[in-house]
Structure formats: structure tokens, C-alpha cells
């Protein structure tokens, strides 16, 4: 059964930052992705980035390029989400998502099967 649990969420100013962690077990995750979505109140979940946990390929959401980096840590399992200059537009409940996804359907959240709780970023102005 494979668990996910973010943590580092936070309040934060406009301009700061914050870095994300999910933890994830049960699982063996070699050819699986793994992503990041953020669900603002009364919006859809939208992705932010994706890693693929074998090879280290990422991508991003507009939104997100150039401030957001992806990483993992294999000994650890972990899946990092650094955010730099965030944005209050960037508030929203932050989950992690692993699957085993071709690349081409890693933006669409209904093909995850698994989720973290989620962790809630607030930036305020």
C-alpha cells in the first residue's frame, strides 16, 4: 500500500519561500512519477511539476517555471517541491501524487491512484 505525507506548508509574505516534502512508502517506486498539484478553495486540482523517480526528468506548470524546482532524494524516498518567490496566487492546498503514468499524462490528476493528506500554503500580501 503505497502511503504519501507531505509536510512544510506554511504562512508565508510574498516574495518568501518554502520547500515542500513527501515523504513515500510501501511502494516501489522505480518506474513510477511523481507530481505536485495545488488545490485552491472552490478550484480544480491543477498541476504544478512532476519528476520521474528513475531518471530525474521534471516538468512544470507555467506557472511555476523558473521558481519552482522538483527534486527527490532515492535513498529517502522523499519528493522535494523547493518554491522560491511565491505569490499569493500560489495559496492553495499543495499534494503529492505518484503513479505509474506514461510522461504524456502526468498534468492530469484522475490518473493518479495515490495521495498524500496535502499540506496548505498560505502567501499573503
Known amino acids: 500500500q503505497v502511503e504519501l505525507v507531505e509536510s512544510g506548508g506554511g504562512l508565508v509574505l510574498a516574495g518568501g519561500s518554502l520547500r515542500l516534502s513527501c515523504a513515500a512508502s510501501?511502494?516501489?517506486?522505480?518506474?513510477?512519477?511523481m507530481g505536485w498539484f495545488r488545490q485552491a478553495p472552490g478550484k480544480e486540482r491543477d498541476f504544478v511539476a512532476a519528476?520521474?523517480?528513475?531518471?530525474?526528468?521534471?516538468v512544470y506548470a507555467d506557472s511555476a517555471k523558473g521558481r519552482f524546482t522538483i527534486s527527490r532524494d532515492k535513498a529517502k524516498s522523499t519528493v522535494f517541491l523547493q518554491m522560491n518567490d511565491l505569490k499569493p496566487e500560489d495559496t492553495g492546498l499543495y499534494y503529492c501524487?505518484?503513479?505509474?503514468?506514461?510522461?504524456?499524462?502526468?498534468?492530469?490528476?484522475?490518473?493518479?491512484?495515490?495521495w498524500g493528506q496535502g499540506t496548505q500554503v498560505t502567501v499573503s500580501t
Open positions: 510501501g511502494g516501489t517506486f522505480g518506474s513510477y512519477v
Open positions: 519528476i520521474k523517480w528513475n531518471s530525474g526528468n521534471t
Open positions: 501524487a505518484a503513479d505509474n503514468l506514461i510522461w504524456s499524462s502526468i498534468r492530469n490528476p484522475t490518473r493518479y491512484d495515490h
